[in-house]
């Protein structure tokens, strides 16, 4: 690592304009990606280092050069070395919607946030990136089986209870694939979204864009695994959310009967995905931080349950075998 930093320093130096800079980290990640805030003559930038061997920058790169040309506020790349996997990026400061969300500010930031979403998805690419297709979304929900259930509550299933959890995964692939499709960030939420004094949000952490489910980045964001609002609140900015869809033209008036469900059931797909994924991050990479969000990302599911019949299987298991253990 620390012959990485010297690399990264020895880079940053060749270009024009940094020979004399103050570095420090900028932020943490729960990937392999790590950044640093850069600061020269009264300037700030953020160097970005992606390890070659750990991740692949390419991603990155296109997806930042098609959302910038919709007018999305991404950060913009100022110099990249794809070699050795460094990048230099617009700095967008550090005030994250998470840390700036309450009850004055919630609908002026989500409003913004569900119209940069809108653009998104109405302008956003649909060529050259990858399907979230059943495979995926499959892939995605074994992870609160394997990860989760498995290797951090080391729970045995039952027959019955593992034909369940493959007749709800099924279920909830089917409501994913039976939507409109659209250009989908896949973490649009409150780590990865910055407060901008103009053109806010700030948009971060998008290199995993898929052609997915238009309920997708929307649940994301208003069902939050870091923060929670009242259901009449999500009711609310997913019904504006809807209208503001239609005149864009990414939803049709005709969706509206399926649109609660869609949405719902998208919620079930995700919240189990990062379940297993927070639980991986401790099993796999020694990072226990993100254990404490997972009795609010399965909450969502149970708050839920009355709604959706398919799902009281799913909701007891939780409720009887598996929250108890996260207490």
Same mark, same amino acid.
């Given at each position: 690592?620390?012959?990485?930093?010297?690399?990264?320093?020895?880079?940053?130096?060749?270009?024009?304009?940094?020979?004399?800079?103050?570095?420090?980290?900028?932020?943490?990640?729960?990937?392999?990606?790590?950044? +640093?805030?850069?600061?020269?003559?009264?300037?700030?930038?953020?160097?970005?280092?992606?390890?070659?061997?750990?991740?692949?920058?390419?991603?990155?790169?296109?997806?930042?050069?098609?959302?910038?040309?919709?007018?999305?506020?991404?950060?913009?790349?100022?110099?990249?070395?794809?070699?050795?996997?460094?990048?230099?990026?617009?700095?967008?400061?550090?005030?994250?919607?998470?840390?700036?969300?309450?009850?004055?500010?919630?609908?002026?930031?989500?409003?913004?946030?569900?119209?940069?979403?809108?653009?998104?998805?109405?302008?956003?690419?649909?060529?050259?990136?990858?399907?979230?297709?059943?495979?995926?979304?499959?892939?995605?929900?074994?992870?609160?089986?394997?990860?989760?259930?498995?290797?951090?509550?080391?729970?045995?299933?039952?027959?019955?209870?593992?034909?369940?959890?493959?007749?709800?995964?099924?279920?909830?692939?089917?409501?994913?694939?039976?939507?409109?499709?659209?250009?989908?960030?896949?973490?649009?939420?409150?780590?990865?979204?910055?407060?901008?004094?103009?053109?806010?949000?700030?948009?971060?952490?998008?290199?995993?864009?898929?052609?997915?489910?238009?309920?997708?980045?929307?649940?994301?964001?208003?069902?939050?695994?870091?923060?929670?609002?009242?259901?009449?609140?999500?009711?609310?900015?997913?019904?504006?959310?809807?209208?503001?869809?239609?005149?864009?033209?990414?939803?049709?008036?005709?969706?509206?009967?399926? +649109?609660?469900?869609? +949405?719902?059931?998208?919620?079930?797909?995700?919240?189990?995905?990062?379940?297993?994924?927070?639980?991986?991050?401790?099993?796999?990479?020694?990072?226990?931080?993100?254990?404490?969000?997972?009795?609010?990302?399965?909450?969502?599911?149970?708050?839920?349950?009355?709604?959706?019949?398919?799902?009281?299987?799913?909701?007891? +298991?939780?409720?009887?075998?598996?929250?108890?253990?996260?207490?």
């Amino acid at each position: 690592m620390p012959q990485r930093i010297e690399q990264l320093k020895v880079w940053l130096a060749s270009l024009p304009g940094l020979s004399d800079f103050t570095f420090e980290p900028a932020s943490g990640d729960a990937s392999f990606r790590r950044y +640093f805030r850069i600061c020269t003559a009264g300037k700030c930038f953020i160097a970005m280092d992606a390890p070659t061997e750990k991740e692949d920058s390419r991603p990155f790169i296109q997806i930042a050069a098609a959302f910038e040309s919709i007018g999305l506020n991404v950060p913009h790349i100022h110099a990249q070395d794809l070699t050795q996997g460094f990048m230099l990026l617009q700095d967008m400061g550090s005030e994250l919607y998470l840390d700036k969300l309450n009850a004055e500010t919630v609908d002026r930031l989500y409003g913004d946030a569900l119209g940069a979403l809108v653009t998104l998805q109405a302008c956003g690419p649909l060529q050259n990136i990858p399907h979230y297709d059943r495979i995926l979304l499959m892939q995605e929900m074994t992870l609160f089986r394997d990860w989760l259930l498995a290797r951090e509550l080391k729970l045995t299933l039952t027959s019955e209870e593992q034909s369940m959890l493959d007749s709800v995964f099924n279920l909830l692939a089917d409501n994913a694939l039976q939507q409109p499709q659209v250009c989908v960030h896949r973490d649009y939420h409150s780590r990865n979204l910055m407060v901008m004094a103009q053109h806010n949000p700030g948009i971060l952490d998008f290199q995993d864009a898929v052609i997915g489910p238009v309920t997708y980045d929307l649940v994301s964001l208003l069902r939050d695994c870091y923060i929670n609002w009242t259901e009449h609140q999500v009711y609310a900015w997913s019904k504006g959310y809807f209208e503001l869809a239609v005149q864009s033209g990414v939803l049709q008036a005709k969706h509206e009967g399926q +649109f609660q469900m869609w +949405f719902d059931l998208m919620g079930v797909q995700r919240h189990l995905k990062a379940s297993g994924i927070f639980a991986r991050l401790n099993q796999r990479d020694g990072k226990p931080g993100y254990l404490k969000d997972i009795p609010r990302t399965l909450g969502y599911i149970v708050t839920i349950n009355s709604r959706n019949p398919g799902l009281k299987g799913l909701v007891a +298991f939780i409720q009887k075998r598996v929250l108890p253990l996260l207490k």
